[in-house]
């Protein structure tokens, strides 16, 4: 039997082990923090509780396949968003509301939007041939070169490579002539880590997903039931999780990983080890890489930061809705001078979830958990968040605005992230909140690999490798690098 350790109980960490454990192998996660789950994780304070990262999830599919891979029963209930999610805009009293049902969705648009249900569904047929034509060959595959990559690339329907060449603002505005229209339809790229200006158009499947595909869903009881159902199985299949143990450097042997060393000194040694830390910032901190250098870190394109804060208050909100989206008027000027000129007070916009609408358990007896998340630069670009009061400040008084009610003197919990926090926390170069951005060279097999180019014996799963950021991709990422261990093992 093959011992495995792997570093980080992030959502890609617990998955691998629990696919590892169900194959025979004998797996031990280790974990920095105090809790399981990295970004997916879960504040409790002053009665409240609070989701601290990923609010929704889509792609459902994807964990109904890893339940069967693992043959287990799904462990948490998740039910599908309906509306999607509204949107407000400043100084228009109007709420959107972004139904998968087209014909409801476009008679919000009549006024602004003549014809939005024809131009919805040509613009949704789009997306739906670049998901159909590139899911599964360039997202669900491991890629041993970028030659092996290329030659998959060249399977995609040529009738997509002048969707290469745009952004996914430009291919929006292709489609839809209003401002509401393309911010609304545009916002979906920002859940990318970056903005519509500088996202390639060719993630304007993403919308097929929101509105066609599989939609978004939330879990019952709030998000972090997933991270402690996977911690259920994972007890079962006798995988042992330790925490507050941290990595920080190691030994090798003959091209391979002997073992890791955490900051007592301690030596934890395996036959196979898989990395739930961000893949590019452990290569750089860890095993201390030259082509993971600071120097060529800084100059790797990497996601936005986000401004997170949780609110517990009293009293009841029923005039706002569970996921809602309050845009600002500077939309396009902020999202192209966000990294250039970051001091602007008015945010382009900001994300308030209120947990406790369909999760009452959140929240003292007639009191709600709000959770609100705004895209900031990351500390590249603003090394210093002395103002992070004055910013929050800003926005709880916005909000307060346009729900018609001032929520300031009902705050009795609050708790506020930077993109400091989320660094020293999670180990988020820069506060970058999704690690590396997915540009065309930083995607693929231009992406960090999910095996080390140097230890046979050591894989990556989750941020900054294959394929991508966000949950689904978490449980794709981590079938693709079981898929290499396993092969790894045999071979041995």
Request: aromatic share 14%.
């Amino acid at each position: 039997m093959k011992n495995v350790l792997i570093t980080g109980a992030g959502l890609g960490g617990l998955a691998t082990g629990l696919r590892l454990a169900k194959q025979g192998f004998a797996v031990e996660i280790i974990e920095k923090n105090a809790k399981a789950g990295g970004r997916l994780n879960q504040i409790s304070k002053d009665g409240f509780t609070f989701d601290t990262g990923p609010s929704f999830f889509s792609m459902s599919y994807e964990f109904e396949e890893f339940a069967k891979d693992c043959d287990i029963d799904l462990p948490f209930e998740y039910v599908e968003l309906d509306p999607l999610y509204s949107v407000n805009f400043s100084n228009d009293p109007k709420t959107y509301f972004l139904h998968k049902d087209i014909k409801k969705l476009a008679a919000q648009f009549a006024d602004v939007e003549p014809g939005f249900e024809k131009k919805m569904e040509k613009y949704l047929r789009k997306s739906g041939r670049l998901f159909d034509d590139t899911v599964d060959i360039v997202i669900k595959n491991n890629f041993d070169s970028v030659l092996h990559y290329l030659v998959a690339l060249m399977r995609v329907n040529p009738v997509h490579l002048p969707v290469l060449a745009r952004s996914f603002w430009k291919q929006v505005t292709m489609n839809f002539t209003s401002k509401e229209a393309r911010q609304i339809i545009s916002l979906v790229a920002f859940f990318l880590g970056r903005t519509p200006f500088d996202t390639m158009a060719v993630y304007t499947l993403l919308s097929y997903t929101e509105f066609r595909h599989d939609g978004y869903y939330n879990v019952k009881g709030g998000m972090y039931n997933i991270v402690e159902g996977l911690l259920r199985e994972l007890e079962k299949a006798g995988v042992k999780i330790t925490y507050n143990t941290e990595i920080v450097d190691f030994e090798e042997n003959n091209g391979q990983l002997k073992s890791l060393i955490d900051a007592t000194g301690k030596s934890r040694s395996a036959d196979i080890f898989i990395i739930n830390a961000d893949a590019a910032v452990f290569r750089s901190s860890v095993f201390r890489r030259k082509a993971f250098s600071e120097r060529r870190m800084q100059k790797m394109n990497w996601t936005m930061g986000y401004l997170t804060f949780y609110l517990g208050i009293k009293g009841k909100l029923p005039q706002v809705n569970h996921h809602n989206y309050y845009l600002g008027t500077n939309y396009q000027e902020y999202a192209l001078q966000v990294m250039k000129n970051p001091d602007t007070p008015e945010k382009p916009y900001y994300y308030v979830n209120v947990v406790s609408k369909h999760n009452p358990g959140c929240a003292p007896e007639g009191c709600e958990s709000l959770f609100f998340v705004c895209p900031v630069p990351n500390l590249l670009f603003k090394k210093n968040w002395d103002d992070r009061d004055k910013i929050v400040d800003s926005i709880i008084h916005d909000f307060s605005k346009r729900i018609g009610q001032d929520i300031m003197p009902d705050i009795i919990s609050k708790t506020i992230y930077t993109p400091e926090d989320w660094q020293s926390q999670f180990n988020l170069y820069k506060g970058s909140g999704l690690g590396l951005s997915h540009t065309m060279g930083q995607i693929g097999a231009f992406r960090p690999k999910n095996w080390d180019e140097k230890f046979k014996n050591t894989f990556y799963v989750g941020a900054s490798t294959i394929p991508g950021a966000g949950l689904p991709m978490a449980i794709i990422s981590s079938k693709l690098v079981t898929e290499r261990v396993v092969k790894f093992a045999d071979k041995g």
